[in-house]
Each structure stands twice: as C-alpha cells, then as structure tokens.
T-cell receptor, first 112, second 118 residues
Framework: DAKTTQPPSMDCAEGRAANLPCNHS???????VYWYRQIHSQGPQYIIH???NNETNEMASLIITEDRKSSTLILPHATLRDTAVYYC?????????????FGAGTQVVVTP | ETGVTQTPRHLVMGMTNKKSLKCEQH?????MYWYKQSAKKPLELMFV???????ENNSVPSRFSPECPNSSHLFLHLHTLQPEDSALYLC?????????????????FGPGTRLTVL
C-alpha cells in the first residue's frame, strides 16, 4: 500500500488560502488520492479525491503533480470552521472493498 | 451530516458489562465499516461489511463482535472490555459496485460513540 507523508501541523490566517501538501511517492497507477478532514471529536468528513487530473468542488481544490508523487489540497478562503485534522489517503487498490488507511494527518489551525 | 447516525453518543461501562453500539445509515449504501480512534492515534479499521457479509476483520479481539442484520444497520457488541478499549468508535458507510472492482466510492462517517471503560 502506498503511504503518505504530511506535515504534522500548520497555521493559516482566516480568509487566506490554505495549501496542504502531501507526499505519496510510492503511489500506484490505479490508486486514487483522497482527502478527508476531522473536526475535533467528530467523524471524518470527505473533502475531495482525484486520480491524476486536478479536481475542484465547493469545498476545496486538489492539485496532483504530473508524476503523481505528491498533491496539494487548497482551501481557497479558510474560515475558523476549517480548523481540523486533514488526512491525505491513498486508496488501497486491491480486491478489498473501500479500505481507507488513515495516517496522523495535518492539524490545521485557522486563526483570526 | 445526518446520513449516518450512531447511538449512544457517549457510553461508560465497566469491564464486566455487555453493551452494544448501533449505527444506521440513511444513504442507501451497501457497505458499512467500524473504525476505532484511540487518543492521539490514527483511525484504525476494525470491520467491513459488504452486502451484509463481513469481508474484513482487522485482527480485532473477540470481545468486539459485529453484527449487520441488513444493509442499513450495523452493531458492535461489546463484552468484557478492557480500559485500553476506551476510544471513539466510528461507523461509516459507502456504496460499493461489487464484483471486486475498485471503486471511487467515498465513505460517510457518523459522529461516533465516545466509549469509556472503567
């Protein structure tokens, strides 16, 4: 299984863009990159996922490098409610069903 | 997000008690999961059910016993737990296409049950 590396923490000013990096240098060609976040003491929340093209939805944008060895999650205008642990996950590509392996994630703190 | 509900939200139990955690999904999904999140540890997958059949058991001790009576409900029966089993137990659901195809389904999580074992 491809593993991911994320910085343990980062701060972001309210209203500014938050750029969250993730390295997944051993990713396989058919593995997707997923991002989830977990606000304190709540269940994780799906944000976005992608294979090799950049993706955007109402929550965030996902930029995947051409060699797919790293990606960046962009929160375009961070708010205080975006304070959470953000998980970058590479989807296990096997005959297993929907397994997600969570790492330690990045603790993002948005400050006023 | 109210698609996946869990009850109770908080539970305190002694080591000799028997209790059950309940999860219900209202999303029409066919796969359900139990995860455990201990303090300062990543989420750990415990069990996976697809089409009501258990397809994954991540070496979970037998004092945790899952039950999936239908595709909308998932239970975790607890018996003679240890204090180190205190954690946040999270349920999730997703829609799997079946046939061993790796899908791009996303998982939707419930709010969790905060369990304390005394």
């Amino acid at each position: 299984d491809a593993k991911t590396t994320q910085p343990p923490s980062m701060d972001c000013a309210e209203g500014r863009a938050a750029n969250l990096p993730c390295n997944h240098s051993t990713i396989s060609g058919n593995e997707y990159v997923y991002w989830y976040r977990q606000i304190h003491s709540q269940g994780p929340q799906y944000i976005i996922h992608g294979l090799k093209n950049n993706e955007t939805n109402e929550m965030a944008s996902l930029i995947i490098t051409e060699d797919r060895k790293s990606s960046t999650l962009i929160l375009p205008h961070a708010t205080l409610r975006d304070t959470a642990v953000y998980y970058c996950i590479v989807r296990v590509a096997s005959d297993s069903w929907g397994k997600l392996q969570f790492g330690a994630g990045t603790q993002v703190v948005v400050t006023p | 997000e109210t698609g996946v509900t869990q009850t109770p939200r908080h539970l305190v139990m002694g080591m000799t008690n028997k209790k059950s955690l309940k999860c219900e999904q209202h999303l029409g999904h066919n796969a359900m999961y139990w995860y455990k999140q201990s303090a300062k540890k990543p989420l750990e997958l415990m069990f996976v059910y697809n089409f009501k059949e258990q397809t994954e058991n991540n070496s979970v001790p037998s004092r945790f016993s899952p039950e999936c009576p239908n595709s909308s409900h998932l239970f975790l029966h607890l018996h003679t737990l240890q204090p180190e089993d205190s954690a946040l137990y999270l349920c999730a659901s997703s829609q799997d296409p079946g046939g061993g195809v790796v899908s791009t389904d996303t998982q939707y999580f419930g709010p969790g049950t905060r369990l304390t074992v005394l």
